[in-house]
């Protein structure tokens, strides 16, 4: 049972870890491109295309870490080996 | 994990056909989408009214996207990036009907997706620049042109990867969050949910179009 615990324990703490990360590199990106859009106006369509992009990049990496909290809660390869090792 | 009950996937099961819920769901938005263009484009006039009038924004709108990233070289790639454009921005909004599911929202669909990008950016990289189109891999230095080649060829494989997870992980991780919302407090907390989840189907619509449109563009150009 204990493996089970550490799954969930493991996907928190890495979700934390991932968007935590995430979090401050978005962070800077948009802090950037207000900036930007406030010394040049008339640059904002640009920024805003160059921004998104930056940021769907950044973004992707807490999606990773989304999809293998996600594997490790729903579809754990090894959740079949520590079922039958429980029941012996 | 998703809504409790989903009207194509009880009509699936009723007739027997084993494709999948997210195939069904597919199909669905295409049919949607062969409906709007048969309604568009049924009586197109000068002056554009009803169903005429809103397509013409939409292409417009990408229009304007494809010759502002891609120069007017891309144009000749209208239709393959409109299609992306309409296919995933109509795909992610369904999810917001009760008893509908975002095709999306599976891996299959946006590996299907995202692999469709990756062999037409190498398709359009040969056909314009021929066997040269190989000078792109390869680096400015021949001497260590095998190097280079190595990491371009990871840095291209792991295009389809990150586009395919980035729009599955969008939308299956709003899926996921409204359902725990809607579980916790099902009164009117998950309306701000569902609010982002339409920023979020029109912000990954949009990336997902522009990435191709780059890749795309990077295999237009020539090498450096």
Partial sequence: ?88 | MTHPFLILQWLEETLHIHVGKHVMYAWFVMILLIALAFLASRSIKLVPNGWQNLMETVVSGIEGLITDTMGPKGMAYFPMLATFALFILVSNLIGLIPGFYPPTADLNTNAALALTVFVMTHVIGFKEHGISYLKHFMGPILALAPLIFIIEIIGHIARPLSLTLRLFGNMYGHEIVLMIFLMLVPFLLPVPMMLMGVLVALIQTFVFTLLAMIYIAGALEEAH
Avoid at chain 1, 30 to 57: D, F, Q, Y
Avoid at chain 1, 82 to 87: A, G, K, S
């Fill in chain 1, 1 to 88: 049972m204990e493996f089970f615990a550490w799954c969930m324990i493991a996907a928190g703490i890495g979700m934390g870890l991932g968007s935590f990360g995430t979090g401050i590199g978005q962070g800077l990106a948009i802090k950037s491109a207000c900036e930007g859009v406030a010394r040049n106006p008339g640059a904002s369509g640009k920024i805003l295309t160059t921004m998104m992009i930056g940021l769907a990049m950044v973004e992707s990496l807490a999606i990773y870490v989304f999809v293998v909290a996600m594997i490790i809660l729903f579809a754990n390869p090894f959740t079949d080996k520590v079922v039958e090792l429980l029941v012996k």
